[in-house]
């Protein structure tokens, strides 16, 4: 299961509360990931260094929300005002891997970043995804240089060997604030079309569903039925569409579409596969707005998918687990065990990380594969951590292994107990004692007077 947020937040500070929006309280099962597309994120230029050194106020607060329900901040990319976020359960880091991100600016020729598309990819369970967040050009005449810009952003290339082009990868999901507007009508016949819910009126008017049946590399994808209001423009904290003396036309500028490859052949070869035989499928479940926030002068648009997938991996590459009672009154041991065709790297890293982390590098301490090496044969190696780099307060912990040559997480251990440090605790214990025992003999009368 994939929620999937597009939001031009207009260079606001997060909303206090994302539970709609990330549907958080939904009764269903909870998301598998959730991928999470801003546009006109703040980028004033000290803004904008301050996020390159640390992670930016979007990011804090998305990894503050979902690390406490077991997400992990897979992977993010940013270029100027444009943020793609990936966050994904534990259960399926060892399953995700050749992550690659890129960044394309279409701006003033290509030299300024406020216009383009971010773009993460991976593998997941063996099948290549590509997440594709764009901001396109603005106002209703500059359908030709949308157009244009998301085919120059198409063409982008990810760097390293035997890596799919964007159109190759097995789905693409493309969104954002594509900016495409509703040509012809008048903003009067628009908004008394909106205040009857007669958005079917206006759907053969929308730019990009034109666009679609002209434009060959566009048909490929598909989106889901427009059955909300236009989400653009609105009076900031309102849902009042502008009345500001520009008066701009509502229009539907925030969307989310995908492609599946597989489909694009099957019909190209006239079913010549049988339908069992393909090995991801994409169902929408969900495709609307939320009126409710009211930051900027667009709402957001969230897509809900079920992505079935015939697992190509089912095995991780790695199996890790911590051996014997773990305190930081000795020494421990971790015991893990990789598939013959695994090649470790002098890089790899094991890292103890609290169960709630947020990203890979949040982790608490971390081990060496090589370095910290105790025995090994061919079923099993041993690894230790030093006493010293264990917390003294204990807690619950889970175990990773991070590949160099992978670049991600490819084992995880089942969370465990650490034990708190009863050396430490007893000497806490002491000295609170004495401390209590060495107060004045007067206390009372003070307490008294």
């Known amino acids: 299961r994939l929620h999937l947020v597009t939001w031009n937040v207009g260079t606001a500070s997060p909303p206090p509360d994302v539970t709609s929006l990330l549907q958080l309280n939904s009764l269903g099962p909870t998301m598998d990931m959730y991928v999470i597309g801003l546009q006109e994120v703040n980028s004033r230029i000290t803004n904008f260094l301050s996020d390159l050194a640390f992670d930016d106020p979007w990011s804090i607060f998305f990894m503050t929300v979902l690390s406490p329900l077991g997400y992990i901040k897979l ?12 966050f994904v359960k534990h259960v399926h880091l060892p399953f995700i891997r050749d992550i690659h991100t890129h960044y394309t600016r279409t701006g003033l020729y290509g030299y300024w970043g406020n ?7 991976m593998s997941l369970y063996g099948h290549t995804i590509c997440f ?7 106002h209703i005449e500059n359908t030709e240089q949308r157009l244009d810009d998301f085919e120059k952003i198409l063409e982008m290339q990810f760097e390293g ?9 097995d789905v693409l999901f493309w969104f954002g604030d594509l900016n495409f507007r509703i040509a012809d009508y008048g903003i009067h016949f628009v908004r008394e079309s909106i205040n009857n819910k007669r958005y079917n009126l206006l759907w053969e008017k929308d730019q990009l569903n034109m666009a679609k049946k002209k434009e060959a590399f566009l048909q490929e ?3 889901g039925p427009l059955q909300f209001k236009p989400t653009y423009k609105f009076d900031l904290y309102s849902d009042v569409y502008d009345t500001s003396e520009k008066k701009r036309k509502p229009a539907w500028t925030d969307r989310i579409l995908w492609r599946v490859k597989n489909l694009c052949q099957h019909a190209s070869k006239e079913d ?4 069992e035989e393909q090995t991801i499928s994409v169902t929408l479940n969900n495709y609307i707005s939320h009126m409710s926030y009211g930051i900027s002068d667009h709402k957001p648009v969230t897509g809900t998918f079920g992505l079935e997938l015939k697992p190509l991996l089912s095995d991780p590459l790695v199996m890790l ?10 020494d421990v041991l971790i015991s893990y065990s990789a598939v013959p065709e695994f090649l470790s790297s002098a890089w790899d890293w094991i890292g103890l990380f609290k169960v709630a982390f947020r990203h890979v590098n949040d982790y608490v301490t971390y081990a060496w594969v090589e370095d910290d090496e105790i025995s090994s044969n061919k079923d099993r190696k041993q690894v230790y951590m030093s006493a010293a780099e264990i917390p003294d307060m204990g807690g619950e912990f889970l175990l990773c292994y991070y590949s160099n040559n992978f670049q991600s997480i490819v084992g995880i251990s089942q969370p465990f107990q650490i034990q708190p440090n009863r050396t430490l605790m007893e000497k806490d214990l002491t000295e609170e004692e004495n401390s209590w025992m060495q107060k004045p003999d007067n206390l009372e009368s003070h307490d008294e007077f």
Do not use: Y
Request: net charge negative; hydrophobic share 40%; with cysteine.
């Open 75 to 86: 992977s993010s990319v940013r270029m100027q005002g444009l943020l793609l976020l990936v």
């Open 115 to 121: 216009k383009g598309g971010v773009t993460v990819r």
């Open 132 to 138: 594709m967040n764009c901001h396109l050009p603005a």
């Open 161 to 169: 060997e035997n890596i799919p082009s964007t159109l190759d990868h």
């Open 221 to 223: 994808f598909i989106e």
């Open 272 to 275: 010549e596969f049988a339908a």
């Open 321 to 330: 687990n911590p051996e014997g009672e773990w305190s930081a009154e000795h």
